[in-house]
């Protein structure tokens, strides 16, 4: 894409009342705009971003036999009335509305109610089980705060799974597989080493659940990290006995903060048994579905990237997510820039052209900012050389490649 | 995919409450589910469908020249106060909330007042126009009424798009460029020889509007049709100062009903200019930025395929936006549909194998309910041929094909 033709332009300053570094970054990139606090429209080149985080879970959802669907954001009251979760004193952050023809309506700030509710229709034997579904959906939270940039949203983007079992033997076989598929997730996103499953605290069916906590400053959770180990406890459930039953001494952790970028929980029957989600087992019996659910909020992914990975220039995007692999800088040199610009864009390279007219000073500045992985910058001082200056975002030094070395070097 | 994964089962009846046609066979087919009036959540099948809608609209969108967005739902009062749509008494279905900490919040029917403030951060100069944005977004309405399946949502989604010009012969240029790319996206999506440009009431700005209405017996909208000259005139502009200076005569025009699956409007500067929305001109002068917009409810265009396509044994999908390509049915040749159904997934082909425990009349029924373009049966009277026996569903007859002709015929 050229960029004299992207709509959204670099700003040198954040809005005022924006604390949080992620949003400060991605809105002085033009990544997202700020409708509210807590509140934030994904534009062009962060939206790429979120899409790109989005494949790569639905990847691994579909991998683990995730079927995935799109249920509302408006809820019937009927439904949570059965589970305790409809009135203000148990759940404090619904947003609620109401009908013009009568009538109240909520808007799902999670949707085990629905989602169980839903397979009623479709659930009614041993043979319908295991299965899991999973979606990509708008959940609304009413927060009292809201200061997090894109990390804590009163709306945003979240992936969530829910399983359906037989047993809680047969939960506990997925549970495990959920757990490494959420691995996988966090590392192909580039998470991966700033990211550990944390034991927190489980209900009624499970001892724990197990948070995925990326290591940062701004993270709102206090755990006890093992880095040896690469497993954590959050403070929730940081005693004695829990560190004996897991094997964890004391003196190995670590007080660090962490953003918790996904999570996974054993429900039991806490859903299926007020809703009435049943199946008949072998024997003819009619019985409560074992269930477990399973959630990553994708703008808080996105956020803990920009919080770890950036540094005091801008952004810093693996290449996994960035909204472009290649962000190629024109100086003075529009013709040769144009002509590797369709070279590269030819082989499926997705590159950002910078054909502005600007100092190249600014351009660089841009570029650090945008934080895209590959910068490749086209002068008269490259073209002399017959060769173009290669720099990746994330350190080391300028090479110089002739073209034929540069193609294949990014066609990697 | 395999039909016994699928979680989602087939039903005999639909909901005693649902009167429409597509809502009816959507949710009998496991498309959909019914949260309640007007609110429909995507199962698997839906929502393959609504993705080949939403992808072949986005092509004809950046084809154009659009950059893609998302906003949010939650709306800050202020700017709709600017634009006199935030009351009640101007706007009748508004769903509204309130936040926990103080104000009230609207959840956004449509994008003109947000995306024109969001534009604000990023047009200054004629330099920066034209441009277009849109998104594929969740629109709330609190519609007194939704009596017809997903054509009508109080919760739906929809793509719409903006343009934002420096004078009104920009816009004019852009929006016959828009309306082609409509009749492409129609055209693609199966619906062309059904829907008919149709001229209605236009605003301050411009005398009409444009609509794209579906003729269909569900539909909601009379309008009036000259089929010979492939457009319509709606009710509401139907007189004879409209006609004559349409060049139409009362004799060539049908009264019919059509859905509007779509429309595009053009705005000059009825939100750029409450809400100060302006761009330096080459004179150095502050001057209203023109608008345009153009939308397509996603779901809309599905129940309109639906409700104009299918026949009395269910729906037909035309093929861009079909689940999958192909149906294959199993019937007692377990081992040889197998092995069909990996050689046509490995070439790429989209499969939905019925390999269920179950009747052949069963999953007949089952297919031509579900509307996949090409059922392939195999069974022990085809591997005896040495022949699939391969029928289209929107007619045809069976035909008997060898496995390589076969595999050309559906390479297509």
Redesign the interface.
């Known amino acids: 894409m050229k960029q004299s ?5 670099t ?1 040198k300053e954040a809005p005022r009342d924006e604390v949080a570094k992620n949003a400060e970054l991605l809105i002085r990139g ?1 990544f997202v ?1 700020k ?2 606090a807590g ?6 080149l962060g ?1 790429r971003v ?1 899409k790109k985080i989005e494949q790569i879970i639905r990847e691994e959802m579909n991998a683990v ?1 995730g ?10 009251p009927e439904v949570w009335k059965k589970t305790d979760r409809w009135d203000d004193a148990t759940v ?2 619904w ?7 009568g009538g109240e ?1 909520g ?1 799902a700030f999670t949707h085990e109610e ?1 989602i169980t509710a ?2 009623c ?3 009614s034997s041993y043979k ?1 089980l295991p ?1 899991s ?1 999973y979606q990509f959906q ?1 959940k ?1 939270r ?3 705060r809201a200061k997090s940039g894109i990390m804590r949203g ?2 945003f983007l979240m992936k969530d799974l829910y399983s359906f079992h037989t047993s809680p033997e047969d939960l506990d076989a997925f549970y495990e597989k959920a757990k490494e598929a959420y691995q996988k997730i966090f590392e192909r996103i580039g998470l991966g080493d700033h990211t550990f499953v944390t034991f927190a605290s489980g209900g009624v069916f499970s001892k724990f659940s197990h948070e995925f906590q990326t290591v940062s400053k701004a993270g709102e959770d206090t755990i006890y990290l093992s880095r040896e180990k690469g497993i954590a406890v959050n403070k929730e459930v940081y005693n004695d006995e829990v560190l004996t039953e897991l094997g964890l001494n004391k003196d190995e952790l670590e007080e660090v903060t962490g953003i918790e970028v996904g999570n996974i929980f054993k429900l039991g029957t806490r859903f299926s048994h007020p809703i009435d989600l049943k199946f008949r087992n072998e024997n003819g019996e009619d019985t409560s579905v074992v269930m477990g659910s399973y959630g990553i909020g994708l703008g808080r992914v996105m956020g803990a990237v920009v919080e770890t990975l950036s540094d005091d220039k801008g952004i810093v995007w693996p290449e996994s997510i960035a909204p472009f692999k290649v962000h190629l800088v024109e100086i003075r040199a529009k013709d040769e820039a144009e002509a590797l610009y369709k070279k590269l864009t030819d082989i499926g390279i997705e590159v950002l052209y910078d054909d502005r007219e600007l100092s190249a000073g600014g351009k660089f500045a841009d570029s650090d900012l945008l934080g895209i992985p590959y910068r490749v910058v086209v002068s008269g001082k490259t073209i002399e050389s017959g060769k173009y200056e290669v720099k990746k975002r994330d350190g080391g030094s300028i090479q110089m490649l002739g073209e034929e070395e540069l193609l294949s070097f990014l066609k990697k």
């Open positions: 033709q992207l709509f959204t332009k700003r033009g705009h409708e509210m509140v934030y429209a994904y534009l062009p939206l979120l036999g079927q995935e669907i799109e249920m509302t954001a408006l809820q019937d404090d952050n947003f609620k509305t109401n009908l013009k023809n309506l808007l629905a839903m397979m229709q479709h659930i319908d299965c579904v708008t609304f009413n927060e009292q009163r709306e």
